[in-house]
């Protein structure tokens, strides 16, 4: 990137020039590693105190003074705008683990800045990075075994929920929606149960909108069997409810047609004026009527409507919502089983949604409406509606719900869970410092320093709640040794239990197993990084 | 280099940890809760709200107060934010929800100071919450089944809503005038229906609820100025020339003579439009849209009585009034509906002319006509009966009633000092600091009354505990009584959700212990 020039001094010494050398700042070697694992430090930190039911939120500023309240490891991350490169390195890990999981974004974040942590330790004792790494590596995939072996296979059906309602309840443990923990949990598992596809073990997410409006509280929030467009009728006095709705969902809008291509109209007498003005009130006639023939009794267009073409829907009976978007269409499409139709020619009976009521709902003094679609033909699709006292709540509120249907979804493919609140990582941590001893290489000590780097999660979890954060793990750690019962945990919850399974704090395997190997990548990835040369100030980047 | 600080954050972003983040949003909150504090109750001051260009506003409305005043701090944000809720949501109690949500944050700053969790706080307050909920809904009062009884309570809310504002003086003749135009919506939520015309002049007594509906506009010249038994359409149509709406049409003519020809066409247009329109046999039209000379001097002729230019939310309000639709097509009369009237009239009000439609069929909009002396006392008086309307609306449709004047205040805080009694655990601690909060309001109105507040709310508690549960601060004689007997009301959803709103919000300062500002996005000089 940066272009360097080989010279010689008068003395024939070589020397190399870096173009603008006195703009640019440049480190290397060890020097680097360590600046870098200072940053990614700093930022596990910032999140660290969010992790576990009794962590703490974070208040984000944004550029224009927005405010957003979250607990959302990945929230926090992708707004704080960070500018180091390694820092932004922790904020895509977080957001792939998002992507991918969709929870357990603080948890990647905090190990990986502990495995870090672990790697300095290890280069102040000499250690090249990339045996650091190479340990590392091998810690990582023993972990990975370890956690395939102490997991469980939770069984759930349809009817018997049990078990989809305990995950969403820990991931949703440390959220703000805990106040009414059992409504948004089984919302959660109610909405992805009623799109999953079983067999297929696939849920389609398309299928399940998150929708919020302030006001009200928390509690007053629902899972409709349907769709919520924020729009309401085109025309005020259109019916505010329609029973068995037929709904054509059109991506025209309602005016004459036009060409695509370029093109003018002249109009050059008073006969072709007047032609054109009969033409256009035919046209608008026509297509109301094509509708209406159709047996259509709801009209849903992604376009505006002129004032006439408004006025003669009214005065066909076909109520009509205007300007829904294209995200919001397809969900009606596929919620009343109707499909998308972009010609008024192609109108036809068998091409339209159907819906059990459609009606119009109003929020509030001001002029709020929404219109909900409910018992469509297609009971797949729904959507959560959330109330809450401010902007702020109902924001967290969507990402806390958004998390959750996530750890149901992966439960759902794949239902293999290891115990929460640490106990997973204990267990790794154990098996990894075990059979470190039996390596004869230096990786032995990187695989020890990956164990301590386990238990980091676990030792977050207990200052969190307020537990004494190395005695805790001692204990835990020895009974688990003791008892051989993997299950054992920090009781963040404070109630008085370490054994998960009791307490019912379980992850989805696929999820912790994301975590470790994620997390690993990344530090080697840091780890292999000795030289950076960052433009200076005004270099125009 | 590598033992220097890394800066992860651009230049100018800040961050504030731990304890720094949390005094820094306690303190935000406690000063938006002191600075609308004064305003509570009946006693309650305005404030004066300078605009940068010099406009002046004199409110006592919490939400119009904090919505104008720049905050940077995030947690007065978040206070800023539920007092718009809550005026969106209910209309009123915008003051107390601040007020509450920044004393159950004082508390808990002590709590804090105290070596007390956050999360224990919350835990806490939320048992205090739902402690608080139960009582409150306990106490209260349903008289939806006896229509004189809840006319009764409506009148009561309203006074109490209105006490606290600029129309105090004159609240019996307003609070009458506010729930006689909402029992006209006959359960509808839209505020739109009631037009409230404001015009300077007069004395605030003079204001009145005009049966019929006020249009501020002006008959059309050399039309006929009153019309009986009225025939209205009401439309939403191009009236100055009927634009071809075919993409990409344009006139192209070589010769004068040809356009003239096509001016004459256009116009022969606009006339047949007109015919059309006559031929509903009617004899009054409304449009949204501007009517130009030409097509005005045509009804004028044809004896029509035309209106242009009614906005939206008049033509709206026409049509629920007079029963007619709004039209946009003329080609199919015996389709449209028209409005109907007994009377159509230009009437003064100061020294504007006004339209009036009176005896109208359908009876679900009004006016209401406010007079005042200054226009900031009529801004005032708009924003306090729209504050009024919007609680009776509410309650309307929730109709549960409870007692106002830090009674239910009260008894909240002892149904929550009963529950922190026998509350195990650190959560008691904090459970008792929500009574103590809750307790702050009427301590607050006392205050603002210039009574001694802390032998009146003693009193209060003392009234509470031997089972006077219906005791509430008399403000006017500065004395404890009960406020079912003093008729002050007010809708149980509004407290419901002050205390629900603040509650959450409290929680969510409570949740920070980090903030990260980012650098503010540069502007370009302007």
């Given at each position: ?9 008068e003395y ?14 440049r ?5 680097a ?44 991350l ?5 500018e ?12 792939s ?27 102040d ?79 389609d997410?398309?299928?399940?909108k ?9 509690e ?21 409810a ?116 459609v ?6 003094t001001?002029?709020?409406r929404?219109i ?93 709640s ?31 239990d ?11 395997l ?6 470790f190997?994620?997390a690993?990548q ?20 | ?11 100018q ?16 909150a406690?000063a ?17 709200l ?18 104008s ?17 809550q ?12 007020v ?73 003749h ?5 729930v ?9 939520t ?36 009153r ?17 071809i ?63 242009e ?16 639709e ?17 009377l159509?009239?230009e ?20 006016t209401?006509?406010l007079r ?12 306090s009966l ?21 009674c ?22 904090a ?20 009574y ?67 650098a503010?996005r ?5």
């Amino acid at each position: 990137m940066a272009s360097g020039t080989f010279v010689t001094d008068e003395y024939g010494r070589p020397f190399i020039i870096l173009r603008e050398q006195g703009k640019k700042s440049r480190i290397s070697g060890i020097d680097a590693v360590k600046s870098h694992i200072l940053a990614a430090k700093t930022v596990a930190n910032i999140v660290k105190t969010s992790l576990g039911p009794k962590g703490l939120d974070k208040i984000l500023i944004s550029p224009d003074g927005e405010i957003t309240v979250t607990n959302d490891g990945a929230t926090i991350l992708s707004q704080m705008e960070v500018e180091h490169q390694i820092a932004k390195l922790l904020v895509q890990l977080s957001k792939s683990q998002d992507d991918e999981i969709g929870d357990g974004t603080t948890g990647v974040v905090v190990l990986a800045g502990a495995l870090l942590e672990q790697a300095e330790a290890l280069l102040d004792r000499g250690i090249h990075p990339i045996r650091i790494a190479d340990g590392y590596e091998a810690a990582c995939a023993l972990a990975v075994a370890h956690l395939d072996k102490i997991s469980d296979v939770v069984p759930f059906t349809r009817t018997d929920t049990v078990n989809l309602l305990q995950v969403a309840k820990t991931s949703l443990g440390s959220k703000i929606v805990s106040k009414c923990h059992d409504k948004f949990t089984s919302m959660a598992v109610e909405a992805v149960l009623s799109v999953a596809d079983l067999e297929r073990k696939d849920v389609d997410f398309e299928l399940i909108k998150v929708d919020g409006k302030v006001g009200g509280s928390l509690e007053e929030s629902e899972l409709v069997y349907g769709v919520v467009i924020d729009k309401d009728f085109s025309h005020p006095q259109m019916p505010k409810a329609i029973k068995d709705a037929k709904i054509a969902i059109l991506t025209c809008p309602f005016e004459p047609p036009k060409p695509k291509t370029k093109h003018k109209l002249d109009i050059t007498s008073v006969e072709e004026f007047n032609k054109l003005k009969q033409y256009e009130t035919d046209k608008f006639e026509e297509m109301v009527n094509r509708v209406k023939d159709s047996g259509a009794n709801l009209v849903c267009c992604q376009w505006g409507f002129d004032d006439e073409a408004n006025h003669l829907l009214l005065q066909k009976k076909l109520p009509a919502i205007r300007w829904v978007g294209g995200p919001e269409l397809e969900l009606i499409a596929i919620a009343t089983n109707g499909r998308i139709v972009p010609r008024f020619e192609e109108l036809a009976p068998e091409k339209l949604g159907s819906a059990g009521v459609v009606r119009e709902m109003s929020f509030g003094t001001t002029k709020d409406r929404m219109i909900v679609i409910e018992e469509c033909a297609n009971t797949r699709a729904v959507t959560i509606f959330i109330r809450g006292g401010n902007k702020m709540i109902i924001d967290e509120a969507k990402r806390s719900i958004h998390d959750a249907l996530c750890v149901v979804r992966n439960l759902v493919r794949d239902n293999r869970v290891v115990y929460g609140g640490g106990a997973a990582e204990i267990a790794c941590s154990l098996e990894v410092s075990r059979a470190a001893d039996s390596i004869s290489t230096i990786e032995q000590y990187a695989m020890r320093s990956f164990a301590a780097a386990l238990d980091a999660v676990p030792l977050t979890l207990a200052a969190n709640s307020g537990l004494s954060p190395i005695e805790t793990l001692a204990e835990v750690k020895s009974s688990q040794v003791k008892e051989k019962n993997f299950r054992l945990g920090i009781d963040a919850g404070l109630n008085g239990d370490n054994d998960m399974r009791a307490q019912h704090v379980i992850d989805p395997l696929i999820s912790k197993r994301q975590q470790f190997l994620l997390a690993t990548q990344l530090v080697k990835m840091v780890l292999k990084i000795d030289d950076v040369i960052m433009p200076g100030e005004g270099d125009g980047f | 280099m590598s033992l220097a600080p890394v800066q992860i954050f651009q230049d100018q972003a800040t961050e504030e940890r731990a304890e720094n983040a949390r005094l820094s949003s306690f303190v935000g909150a406690i000063a938006v809760g002191d600075l609308v504090k004064t305003t509570l109750g009946p006693k309650g001051m305005d404030k004066i709200l300078q605009s940068s260009n010099g406009d002046i506003v004199v409110t006592n409305d919490g939400a119009t107060i904090l919505k104008s005043i720049a905050l940077d701090n995030p947690a007065a944000k978040v206070l800023v934010n539920i007092s718009k809720v809550q005026d969106d949501e209910v209309g009123d109690g915008t003051t107390s929800v601040c007020v509450l949500a920044s004393e159950l944050l004082k508390e808990a700053e002590k709590l804090v100071n105290a070596k007390i969790h956050p999360q224990t706080i919350i835990e806490g307050y939320r048992l205090a919450t739902e402690a608080a909920r139960k009582a409150l809904e306990g106490s209260a009062v349903d008289n939806k089944s006896n229509p004189d009884q809840f006319r009764r309570d409506l009148v009561n809310i309203a006074n109490t809503t209105l006490s606290s504002k600029v129309l105090s003086a004159d609240k019996e003749h307003f609070s009458e005038l506010a729930v006689s135009a909402v029992l006209r919506l006959r359960g509808s939520t839209n505020l739109e229906h009631i037009q409230i015309i404001k015009k300077a002049g007069g004395r605030l007594s003079d204001s009145y609820l005009d049966e019929g509906f006020i249009l501020d506009k002006r008959i059309g010249v050399n039309q006929p100025k009153r019309m009986e038994k009225a025939k209205i359409l009401i439309a939403n149509t191009p009236m100055d020339t009927d634009k071809i709406k075919i993409f990409g049409a344009r006139v192209k003519v070589d010769a004068t003579g040809k356009l003239a020809e096509l001016e004459r066409a256009e116009r022969d247009k606009m006339k047949a439009k007109v015919d059309k329109i006559r031929g509903h046999g009617i004899n009054c039209f409304v449009n949204r849209q501007l009517i130009y000379n030409w097509p005005e001097q045509l009804f004028a002729d044809a004896g029509v009585m035309a209106i242009e230019h009614a906005d939206f939310e008049g033509v709206e309000r026409l049509a629920l009034v007079t029963g007619g639709e709004i039209a946009s097509t003329f080609d199919h009369p015996d389709l449209v509906k028209l409005g109907h009237c007994d009377l159509i009239e230009e009437i003064m009000i100061g020294e504007d002319k006004l339209i009036k439609f009176s005896g109208c069929a359908a009876g679900e909009a009004c006016t209401i006509v406010l007079r005042g002396a200054t226009s900031q006392m009529l801004d005032e008086a708009e924003r306090s009966l729209h504050d009024a309307l919007s609680v009776l609306t509410q309650t309307v449709k929730e109709t549960r009633t409870v007692l106002g004047g830090g009674c239910s205040e009260t008894l909240m805080a002892k149904a929550v000092d009963e529950l922190a009694a026998i509350t195990p655990g650190k959560q008691a601690m904090a459970v008792e600091a929500f009574a103590r909060a809750l307790r702050m309001i009427p301590t607050i109105l006392a205050d603002n009354g210039g009574y001694d507040s802390s032998d009146l709310v003693s009193r209060l508690r003392a009234a509470h505990y031997e089972g006077k549960s219906a005791f509430g601060l008399d403000m006017y004689n500065g004395t404890i009584s009960d406020m079912r007997a003093l008729g002050v009301t007010e809708s149980f959803k509004l407290k419901k959700q002050v205390l629900l709103s603040a509650a959450e919000a409290a929680e969510l300062v409570l949740r920070v212990d980090d903030i990260i500002r980012a650098a503010p996005r540069r502007r370009e000089a302007m």
